[in-house]
């Protein structure tokens, strides 16, 4: 897809993490839906590895 | 040193899985905690969550060890109690040590009256101290002359009568009394009042039949107290974790728990440890003339609920309680239970969501899954005075510490050769 084109439709967001860009975007009456997520071991590398191996 | 692969950690977790789901709990009795619990030694207090000295508790539970000790003798009142807790001639060990739970502060000791749990599928038993009502009362940190006498009434008139009555009936089946009462709008956690006029219907006529003295008080004690069956579905609670803890390779959590400073949690492959940090403030509602810091941070051993799938982990079921501890609507609660199904390993088809078409209560905590999504437990909870014996300030909903889970998974990988 051209970015350079990307708001010039209609533009409908998925939105991933901080919920408070959802919210701004519903307070524009912009179609957005939240998905709650954050990184996995909220970022720590030791504990990303250890769920590498022990699955999860 | 054993390995353990994805494979062989997913079936330790199924038969965790498969041990509480096939738990068949049974109210059997009401006895002393010295009969129940033989090896409980003289001069030990049992307290709520992980364990903790008195230099490190904090009001409401240095106010319930003061008034256990006047309660069991071991010091004329309340200022020898402090001292003679303060001396270290008292020894203080987790409920949990002794298969048992209590709410808030969780104090018990020997002569207290506890209920009585089978699992029977199992053979295993749990305990829990009897719930005192509200307001003033121990498990708050009341420790009054009030506090004291009600808990000797438990002891030697409404306890006695309770066992006859449960006895007399051969017990009462507690799995099906939970499937109506998760249909009646209660989760287990912060509202029992559908379960508690359950019960009460289920022991009315064997109480009658059974008890020797103050039958109409014992009756409106149980009929006065919303919060009645809590302790009974903590005990259950606790009698099927417990069938599912010593696992090897098993990353579900069997103990949730907290003393009123740290939070502690245990898991099915890790033996007996605690893995702790601090324990949270619960976000929620207060009740009117309290402020934030009026309020005690969490404390109790009722999120045992939450460990098998009731309390937060259920609150689709209950609309009523979500306003209660301010969570928001019946689409939040729903929200929270779906979010649960994250981090377990099944549902429960015995414990049936009306709301979520009979969908069941996310089961089985799955440290692994609370770590790759960052998605912690949720625990509904009474908010305590910090001040001992002034009862619940509010209600709201709380989570454990991520490092609890950060250190019980080092310490799997750690047993199972898989250090990073």
């Known amino acids: 897809m051209e970015t350079d084109k990307l708001l010039q439709s209609e533009v409908r967001v998925i939105n991933i993490g901080l919920a408070e860009f959802a919210h701004d975007l519903e307070r524009c009456d912009v179609p957005v839906v939240h998905v709650e997520w954050s990184p996995p071991a909220v970022g720590d590398p030791r504990i990303a590895a250890l769920l590498a191996k022990l699955g999860g | ?420």
Not at chain 2, 40 to 52: E, S
Not at chain 2, 61 to 71: D, H, N, P, S
Not at chain 2, 282 to 297: I, S
Not at chain 2, 399 to 419: S, V, Y
Request: hydrophobic share 45%; charged share 20%.
């Open chain 2, 1 to 420: 040193m054993t390995s353990a692969s994805p494979d062989t950690i997913a079936g330790a977790n199924r038969e965790a899985l498969r041990r509480i789901l096939a738990s068949d709990p049974v109210l059997v009795d009401v006895q002393l905690a010295r009969d129940a619990i033989p090896r409980l030694p003289d001069r030990t207090i049992l307290h709520a969550g992980p364990p903790i000295g008195w230099d490190r508790m904090c009001g409401p539970m240095r106010g319930a060890v003061a008034g256990a000790i006047v309660f069991e003798g071991w010091a004329d009142d309340l200022d020898a109690a402090a001292r003679l807790a303060a001396s270290g001639e008292i020894r203080f060990e987790p409920n949990h040590h002794y298969d048992g739970v209590g709410p808030m502060t969780g104090i018990t000791t020997r002569n207290m009256a506890v209920l009585v749990v089978e699992n029977r599928a199992f053979g295993n038993r749990a305990f829990c101290t009897v719930n005192e009502g509200i307001g003033n009362v121990m498990r708050f940190g009341g420790n009054d002359r009030e506090v004291i006498e009600r808990l000797q009434w438990i002891a030697s008139v409404a306890g006695p009568a309770l066992g006859a009555a449960i006895r007399h009936r051969k017990g009462i089946p507690l799995k099906s009394l939970i499937a109506r009462g998760l249909s009646m709008g209660d989760e287990m956690h912060m509202r029992n009042a559908a379960c508690s006029s359950l019960i009460l219907r289920e022991l009315a006529g064997d109480l009658a039949d059974t008890a020797r003295s103050d039958l109409s008080r014992i009756l409106r004690f149980i009929a006065g107290n919303d919060m009645f069956f809590l302790n009974v579905a903590m005990a259950m609670a606790k009698s099927i974790a417990a069938a599912a803890h010593d696992i090897p390779h098993s990353t579900v959590v069997t103990t949730m728990a907290r003393n009123g400073t740290d939070f502690g949690i245990r898991v099915s492959g890790t033996g007996d440890h605690w893995f702790t940090g601090p324990a949270q403030m619960a976000r929620g509602l207060l009740f009117a003339g309290f402020c934030e810091a009026d309020g005690n941070v969490d404390i109790g051993d009722s999120c045992i609920t939450e460990t098998v799938g009731l309390g937060g982990f259920a609150m689709a079921a209950s609309p009523a309680v979500v306003g209660f501890i301010g969570a928001g609507t019946l689409s939040d609660a729903i929200a929270y239970t779906h979010r649960m199904r994250e981090i377990t390993v099944g549902t429960n088809a015995d414990w049936a969501l009306p709301t979520l078409e009979m969908a069941g209560v996310p089961t089985g905590i799955d440290i692994r899954k609370v770590l790759a999504t960052g998605v912690l437990p949720v625990i509904n909870t009474a908010i305590a005075n910090r001040l001992p014996g002034r009862g619940q300030v509010g209600a709201g909903v709380v989570h454990p510490p991520l490092t609890c889970f950060e250190q019980a998974l080092i310490r799997f990988a750690e047993m199972n050769g898989a250090d990073a």
